[in-house]
Structure formats: structure tokens, C-alpha cells
């Protein structure tokens, strides 16, 4: 724990403008960034007498080894670059909404020259119409079916897509008018993107200049007496109010707003946001956050709307936003809304009337998040505090392990030798620290040494960045000033490895040989699911029903999940070469064009250099070079069905084949691994 006078900057070097400002620990990790109107004044407030701190604040600056601040000209300016270093860093001490779920949208792509109509998560791209988010996918395909009978678009994969254009037969939807089939040419790219650019207008809110133009051109059918274009149209009318009807009006002057509510305590806050658009709620999200800083309803509302606005621009940004009260200062956020939007943005708390009451609906959602959140949290939090208390106390740790390292070696019959490492914060996986590794020091299986070598390797490269970053004395500078997450910079508390007494005493042995000493090793054994310590004869028996040998066992099976997933990428990588990956400068498409012109590298392997520079794209010097390398590559023997003596097809290629089985029957190269053979 740091005294915050050790690093307290001196009198008159704190510059009274506005700037952004970051906290460091001892790591030289950032753990929290801010942003101030005046940064002598906000940076003041920390290094009063701590007794007068909020406990919040003071763990952060006692945790913190050293402050440094960036000027900015306004306070948009520093808005933005807040937002920018928060996604940079990830600080401990900043509050972080997180979605409770991944929230799927509704997504027109077209950026592409037939859109395609489907359910989109995660990440945005640019060119693709998002409409939403939905609680539900099921909800996006209800709303699609009905519409698709209006505005017959695509939603087929690319790969269906051109199935159908190579075989001239459009898919079931095709058939049955709920798609335009532009890949068989029903209808032309321009078509189909009119129908697109409708069917986003719809979404849109824009609903009832089009209802009023299918019902005048069904009275018009009507009266020329063409009833069944007249019905078709009736139908396809009602399939459009009945798509209306899934989001109820709550705004009846077609207002296109978003809602935001807050409901926290001392030490979580929920948040809830309404989508609303054409005066109907098209969609909804809820977020969670622990309170690590002090801060207030305004202060959450600020840090919800960088969060929800910060990677968006244009109508994504709605012109107007309601919340429950206003940032401190306003103006800067308005301005950083308006940028991002292009115009200006409406920022203020509803008064009176509908749109009250709607925020009030919305308030009670949030409320009701923040007691669920809480209800499961509790469960969550107390059963993961036991686990490590019961592992602490298991294998005679002074405290308990906060950061667990898992190790897992997998081959597959002594090839392909990768080993992971997994860890585990707090109980909780942390999946952007996982880290694999490849098997260098030695040819063949043996998980011992690899064991050895892949806790040496990690380590090693834990002292490199610990000696790089000035840790070893306290006189020397630290030289990275990036403060970017860096790979194996931070020790654990705990290293498990997936075997027993050997691989426990590999890994002692090669913490022992960096001299590091203050980590604790453990091995969990699967056959009986026993914890071995190095350098006992006996394992420690942890019950069966004990929330610590759960834990250790969800630790160890992570492991080995992520080193087979690699093994098994690694292996089918390997199974897919062919003898053209090692020509030099023949890329993929030119490979691809020699395999479909000869069908095989057998083929190819027989044909003259002026055959070879038939093919498109290959010139004579190219034709050389390959001719070269197949002429040394050695061809691989055939395969061979020992059950019938059949020599299989030629799969030299290196495209999926035919192998046998371990009974000698043939396996598609697309079989389970388990037919394949043993691996671990």
C-alpha cells in the first residue's frame, strides 16, 4: 500500500487547464483515468489527508504508485480522450458498464451488391443498417418472416447464395415469394437494393406513408376488378400492421429518443435504455457496474452515454436523450454528442406527460435489474469467496489466490506437442490473458520436459518484463510509458498444472532454477481428482462436494479445452499443406487456380513448364519455380483401405480426403476426432 505524499506532484507543476489525467500502480498498470475542467484543482482533492477520503477513493490512491496528466484545449476534447484511454486501458477504479448479454440487431448489409437481411451481434461494421437491439433473436426472425412477404429480400448466406446463381435454382424462400431470388436473375441488383432501402424505411419508423400506399393501390386493384392482386395486397397489409403491432406506441408524436434510467446503492449501479423510434419502443438494453469510484447519478449518466454513443455516429445518435439528471458540466457532453451525430442532440430530463411516464417505466426496470443482478451476484460472489478461502486453506497459503495460472500439454500420439496456459481472476475466467505455446526444446512426448519447458518459458519472459520495467530497484526509471496490458508481466498467487507428482515437480523445479519463490504450485490429477504439492508423498484429498475442488476442476478442464483446441487446429493445419505453400511468392488465389486447372498436384507434378504457363496469372518464371519445387518435394504415399486393399483417391492436394480408421474402415476427413485416433 502506497502513501500517496510519495508521489504527490509538487507545487505549481499541475497545470490549471483542462486535461485528462491517469493513476499508476507499482506495475505501472493504469487503474483509473479522469478527466477535469481544472487539473490543479481535481488532482488536489486526491492527496488531501485520507481520513477525509471516500474508501473507494482512497483504496485507489493508496493502490496507485504515481499520477501523470495530458492537457487538452476544451473539455470535449478531454471527453473524448476519457473515452479513448478507458477503452485503451480498462482501469480497475473506472466505473465499466458491461451488457448483461450480447444483444442481437437486426442488420440490412448493404455495403454488399445483393443486402442481405439477417441477425447480427457484437461489433458494428461499417456499411451494415442496424435496427434494434432486440431482447430476443426470435423476436428479429418473427418481425423478418412478416415483413419478407412485403419486402421480398435476400437472406440467404453468401455460400447458399452462390449455390443457387451456379445451379440456376433459387432457394425454398424463392419458391415460395418470400425472396426477390436475385440469384437467379428474378430480379436486377438495383431491384433488389429498391427493396432493401424499403424494407430499411420500414424499420425505420417511416411506416405509414407506405400502409397508405398499399391500401390505395388495393382499392385500385378492386375497382379494375382484379381481386387477387387486390387480396394479396390486403394480406400483405395486414402482415405489416401485424409487425407494428409487436412494438406498442408510447410517443404519439413519432418521437425518435433514447431513455436512460439509473437505479444504484452505495456500491452497484443498473442501468436501463429504451430505444425508441417513430414514437415505438424498437428496442432495449441493460447494463451493470460496480461503484469503484465515487460518483454521482449525473457521473453514471455521463459514463452510460460514452458507453452507448462512443463507437456510434449519424442517426445511430438520436435526436434527442432523456435521463434521470444531467452530467456536470452539460455543455461538453452535448457538444460530444452533437459531434458524433453530426447535429445538434437534445440532453435533458423529462417533466411531464407521456415522456415521463415512459421514463418511469423504464426506472422500473432498471430497479428490477439492479435486484436480480444483485440476488444472483450475492450467490455468485459468496460461493466464489469460499472456494478460494478452502484452496488457501488446502495448501497452506498465507492469503487467498486472487490470480490462479492453469498449464495443459496436448498432443495427439506424440505430434503436435502445444501446451496452454489459462487464468483465472477473482474465480472468474479471464480469457484475454490466455497465452499458448508450442513444444520447441525436444522432438517427440514427453509431458514432463514440455511441462518443465513451458513454465520456464512463462516465467522467464515474467522476469524479462519485471527487469524491463525498472522493478528490480528503486532507483532506476521504468522505461515503459505505454501503460498497455503487456504478455506475462504479472505473477500469480497460484500455479496449477494438469497431472501429478512429475509434472508438480517439473514446474517447482523450473520456478526453483529462476529462483522464484514466493508461488505456490499445485498438480490436479484426473484419475481421482487428488491434489499433489511438491515434494509430498501423499496428495491433499479435498472433498468431493467442496467448492474449492469445483473451482480447481472448472481451472483444469479450461486448460485442457483451450491446449486441444489448439492441438487440434495446429494438427488439421498441418493435415491441409500441400507441396505448393512452400513456392515462393505463389499466393492463394494463383494455387487455387493451378489445382482447378490440373485437378491434383499429381497432375500437375507431370505437366511441362509451357503447360503450366497455360494457366491464367502464371508467367514463365513462376511456371519455373513451381516445376522446381514439386520436382524436389517428395510425393506422399497413397492411402490405402487395409480392409479391402483399395488405394484411396489422390489427396495430395491438400484438400479434405479419405483416411482409414483404426479398423481399417474408410473416415471422412470431416469425422469426430475420436475415430481419428488417440490424443490428449
Given at each position: 500500500?502506497?502513501?500517496?505524499?510519495?508521489?504527490?506532484?509538487?507545487?505549481?507543476?499541475?497545470p490549471?487547464?483542462?486535461?485528462?489525467?491517469?493513476f499508476?500502480?507499482?506495475h505501472?498498470?493504469?487503474?483509473?483515468?479522469?478527466k477535469?475542467?481544472?487539473?490543479r484543482?481535481?488532482?488536489?482533492?486526491y492527496?488531501?489527508?485520507?481520513?477525509g477520503?471516500h474508501?473507494?477513493?482512497r483504496?485507489m490512491?493508496?493502490t496507485?504508485a504515481?499520477?501523470?496528466w495530458?492537457?487538452v484545449?476544451t473539455e470535449v476534447?478531454?471527453?473524448?480522450?476519457?473515452?479513448?484511454?478507458i477503452?485503451?486501458?480498462?482501469?480497475?477504479?473506472?466505473?465499466?458498464?458491461?451488457?448483461d448479454?450480447?444483444?442481437p440487431y437486426l442488420?440490412?448489409t448493404?455495403n454488399e451488391?445483393y443486402?442481405?437481411v439477417?441477425?447480427m451481434?457484437?461489433?458494428?461494421?461499417?456499411?451494415?443498417?442496424y435496427f434494434?437491439?432486440y431482447?430476443?433473436?426470435w423476436?428479429?426472425?418473427?418481425t423478418?418472416?412478416?415483413?419478407?412477404r412485403v419486402?421480398?429480400?435476400?437472406t440467404?448466406?453468401a455460400?447458399?447464395?452462390r449455390?443457387?446463381?451456379r445451379t440456376?435454382?433459387?432457394c425454398l424462400?424463392g419458391?415460395i415469394?418470400?425472396?426477390?431470388a436475385p440469384?437467379?436473375?428474378?430480379?436486377?441488383?438495383?431491384e433488389?437494393?429498391?427493396l432493401a432501402e424499403e424494407?430499411c424505411?420500414?424499420?425505420?419508423?417511416?411506416?405509414?406513408t407506405?400502409?397508405?400506399r398499399l391500401?390505395?393501390r388495393m382499392?385500385q386493384a378492386a375497382?379494375?376488378?382484379?381481386?387477387e392482386?387486390?387480396?394479396r395486397l390486403r394480406?400483405d397489409?395486414g402482415a405489416l400492421?401485424?409487425?407494428m403491432e409487436?412494438?406498442?406506441?408510447?410517443?404519439a408524436d413519432?418521437?425518435d429518443?433514447d431513455?436512460?434510467a439509473?437505479?444504484?446503492d452505495e456500491l452497484?449501479?443498473?442501468?436501463q435504455i429504451?430505444?425508441v423510434?417513430?414514437?415505438r419502443?424498437r428496442?432495449?438494453r441493460g447494463?451493470v457496474?460496480?461503484?469503484?469510484?465515487?460518483?454521482?447519478t449525473?457521473?453514471?449518466?455521463e459514463?452510460a452515454l460514452?458507453?452507448?454513443?462512443?463507437?456510434?455516429t449519424?442517426?445511430?445518435v438520436?435526436?434527442e436523450?432523456?435521463?434521470?439528471a444531467?452530467?456536470?458540466?452539460?455543455?461538453p457532453?452535448?457538444?460530444?454528442?452533437a459531434?458524433?451525430r453530426?447535429s445538434?442532440?437534445?440532453?435533458r430530463v423529462?417533466?411531464?406527460g407521456d415522456?415521463?411516464a415512459l421514463?418511469?417505466?423504464?426506472?422500473?426496470?432498471?430497479?428490477?435489474?439492479l435486484v436480480?443482478?444483485?440476488?444472483?451476484?450475492?450467490?455468485?460472489?459468496t460461493t466464489r469467496s469460499r472456494?478460494?478461502?478452502?484452496i488457501?486453506?488446502a495448501l497452506g497459503?498465507?492469503s487467498a489466490?486472487?490470480?490462479?495460472?492453469?498449464?495443459?500439454i496436448?498432443?495427439?500420439?506424440?505430434d503436435?506437442?502445444?501446451?496452454?496456459m489459462v487464468v483465472?481472476e477473482d474465480g472468474l475466467?479471464?480469457?484475454?490473458?490466455y497465452?499458448?505455446?508450442q513444444?520447441?526444446?525436444?522432438?517427440?512426448q514427453d509431458?514432463v520436459?514440455s511441462?518443465?519447458?513451458?513454465?520456464?518459458r512463462?516465467?522467464?519472459r515474467y522476469l524479462?518484463?519485471?527487469?524491463r520495467?525498472g522493478?528490480?530497484t528503486?532507483d532506476?526509471?521504468p522505461?515503459?510509458?505505454?501503460g498497455?496490458?503487456?504478455r506475462?508481466?504479472y505473477?500469480p498467487q497460484?500455479v496449477?498444472?494438469?497431472?501429478?507428482?512429475?509434472q508438480?515437480?517439473?514446474a517447482?523445479r523450473?520456478l526453483d532454477e529462476?529462483?522464484i519463490?514466493d508461488?505456490a504450485?499445485c498438480?490436479?490429477a484426473?484419475?481421482?481428482e487428488?491434489?499433489?504439492?511438491?515434494?509430498?508423498?501423499d496428495?491433499?484429498?479435498?472433498?468431493?462436494?467442496?467448492e474449492g475442488?469445483?473451482?480447481?476442476?472448472?481451472?483444469?478442464?479450461?486448460?485442457h479445452r483451450?491446449?486441444?483446441?489448439?492441438?487440434?487446429a495446429?494438427r488439421?493445419k498441418?493435415i491441409r499443406?500441400?507441396?505448393l505453400?512452400d513456392?515462393p511468392?505463389?499466393?492463394?488465389?494463383?494455387?487455387?487456380?493451378?489445382?482447378k486447372?490440373?485437378?491434383?498436384?499429381k497432375k500437375?507434378?507431370?505437366?511441362?513448364?509451357?503447360?503450366?504457363c497455360e494457366?491464367?496469372?502464371?508467367?514463365?518464371?513462376?511456371a519455373?519455380t513451381v516445376a522446381?519445387a514439386?520436382?524436389q518435394a517428395v510425393?506422399?504415399a497413397p492411402?490405402?483401405n487395409t480392409?479391402t486393399?483399395?488405394?484411396?483417391e489422390d489427396?495430395?492436394?491438400?484438400?479434405?480426403?479419405?483416411?482409414t480408421?483404426?479398423?481399417g474402415?474408410p473416415?471422412?476427413?470431416?469425422?469426430p476426432?475420436?475415430?481419428?485416433g488417440?490424443?490428449?
Amino acid at each position: 500500500m502506497a502513501d500517496p505524499s510519495s508521489y504527490r506532484p509538487g507545487p505549481g507543476e499541475i497545470p490549471d487547464s483542462p486535461g485528462v489525467y491517469r493513476f499508476r500502480d507499482e506495475h505501472r498498470r493504469v487503474i483509473y483515468v479522469g478527466k477535469a475542467k481544472s487539473l490543479r484543482q481535481r488532482l488536489a482533492n486526491y492527496f488531501q489527508d485520507l481520513a477525509g477520503l471516500h474508501p473507494r477513493t482512497r483504496t485507489m490512491v493508496t493502490t496507485a504508485a504515481s499520477v501523470e496528466w495530458t492537457v487538452v484545449s476544451t473539455e470535449v476534447e478531454a471527453l473524448q480522450l476519457e473515452y479513448s484511454w478507458i477503452k485503451e486501458y480498462d482501469p480497475r477504479f473506472n466505473v465499466k458498464y458491461r451488457d448483461d448479454k450480447s444483444y442481437p440487431y437486426l442488420a440490412v448489409t448493404m455495403n454488399e451488391e445483393y443486402p442481405r437481411v439477417q441477425v447480427m451481434r457484437g461489433h458494428k461494421k461499417k456499411g451494415v443498417r442496424y435496427f434494434g437491439p432486440y431482447t430476443h433473436a426470435w423476436a428479429i426472425r418473427d418481425t423478418v418472416d412478416l415483413l419478407l412477404r412485403v419486402f421480398p429480400v435476400r437472406t440467404c448466406s453468401a455460400g447458399v447464395f452462390r449455390n443457387a446463381a451456379r445451379t440456376g435454382r433459387p432457394c425454398l424462400l424463392g419458391y415460395i415469394g418470400k425472396c426477390s431470388a436475385p440469384c437467379v436473375d428474378r430480379v436486377s441488383a438495383e431491384e433488389h437494393r429498391d427493396l432493401a432501402e424499403e424494407f430499411c424505411d420500414f424499420m425505420a419508423g417511416r411506416t405509414g406513408t407506405y400502409i397508405r400506399r398499399l391500401e390505395k393501390r388495393m382499392a385500385q386493384a378492386a375497382e379494375e376488378m382484379e381481386y387477387e392482386r387486390a387480396a394479396r395486397l390486403r394480406d400483405d397489409i395486414g402482415a405489416l400492421k401485424k409487425a407494428m403491432e409487436k412494438s406498442a406506441v408510447v410517443l404519439a408524436d413519432a418521437t425518435d429518443a433514447d431513455l436512460i434510467a439509473v437505479a444504484e446503492d452505495e456500491l452497484e449501479a443498473a442501468v436501463q435504455i429504451f430505444h425508441v423510434r417513430g414514437g415505438r419502443v424498437r428496442g432495449q438494453r441493460g447494463w451493470v457496474t460496480d461503484k469503484v469510484e465515487e460518483i454521482d447519478t449525473g457521473a453514471l449518466v455521463e459514463h452510460a452515454l460514452q458507453q452507448l454513443y462512443g463507437e456510434e455516429t449519424g442517426d445511430a445518435v438520436p435526436r434527442e436523450v432523456l435521463v434521470p439528471a444531467l452530467p456536470d458540466p452539460l455543455e461538453p457532453v452535448q457538444q460530444w454528442l452533437a459531434g458524433r451525430r453530426g447535429s445538434g442532440v437534445s440532453l435533458r430530463v423529462p417533466q411531464r406527460g407521456d415522456k415521463k411516464a415512459l421514463m418511469e417505466t423504464v426506472q422500473r426496470n432498471a430497479q428490477q435489474a439492479l435486484v436480480l443482478h444483485k440476488t444472483k451476484r450475492a450467490s455468485d460472489l459468496t460461493t466464489r469467496s469460499r472456494a478460494l478461502e478452502e484452496i488457501a486453506e488446502a495448501l497452506g497459503l498465507d492469503s487467498a489466490p486472487l490470480r490462479i495460472e492453469c498449464y495443459d500439454i496436448s498432443h495427439f500420439q506424440g505430434d503436435d506437442v502445444v501446451a496452454s496456459m489459462v487464468v483465472f481472476e477473482d474465480g472468474l475466467a479471464r480469457k484475454s490473458e490466455y497465452r499458448r505455446f508450442q513444444i520447441k526444446g525436444f522432438a517427440g512426448q514427453d509431458d514432463v520436459r514440455s511441462m518443465h519447458e513451458v513454465v520456464t518459458r512463462r516465467f522467464r519472459r515474467y522476469l524479462a518484463e519485471k527487469e524491463r520495467t525498472g522493478e528490480w530497484t528503486e532507483d532506476e526509471e521504468p522505461r515503459d510509458d505505454d501503460g498497455r496490458p503487456r504478455r506475462f508481466a504479472y505473477p500469480p498467487q497460484l500455479v496449477v498444472v494438469d497431472g501429478g507428482q512429475p509434472q508438480v515437480a517439473a514446474a517447482r523445479r523450473a520456478l526453483d532454477e529462476l529462483g522464484i519463490d514466493d508461488i505456490a504450485v499445485c498438480g490436479l490429477a484426473k484419475r481421482l481428482e487428488e491434489v499433489w504439492l511438491p515434494g509430498e508423498d501423499d496428495p491433499v484429498v479435498l472433498p468431493r462436494t467442496s467448492e474449492g475442488l469445483y473451482l480447481l476442476q472448472r481451472v483444469r478442464d479450461e486448460a485442457h479445452r483451450f491446449a486441444i483446441t489448439y492441438q487440434r487446429a495446429k494438427r488439421a493445419k498441418r493435415i491441409r499443406s500441400s507441396p505448393l505453400d512452400d513456392v515462393p511468392g505463389l499466393g492463394g488465389t494463383r494455387k487455387q487456380a493451378l489445382i482447378k486447372h490440373f485437378g491434383s498436384v499429381k497432375k500437375l507434378r507431370s505437366a511441362t513448364i509451357d503447360q503450366i504457363c497455360e494457366v491464367p496469372g502464371i508467367g514463365r518464371k513462376t511456371a519455373e519455380t513451381v516445376a522446381a519445387a514439386l520436382a524436389q518435394a517428395v510425393p506422399a504415399a497413397p492411402a490405402v483401405n487395409t480392409a479391402t486393399g483399395e488405394i484411396m483417391e489422390d489427396v495430395e492436394d491438400g484438400t479434405p480426403g479419405t483416411t482409414t480408421g483404426s479398423r481399417g474402415e474408410p473416415v471422412p476427413a470431416g469425422a469426430p476426432e475420436e475415430r481419428r485416433g488417440q490424443e490428449r
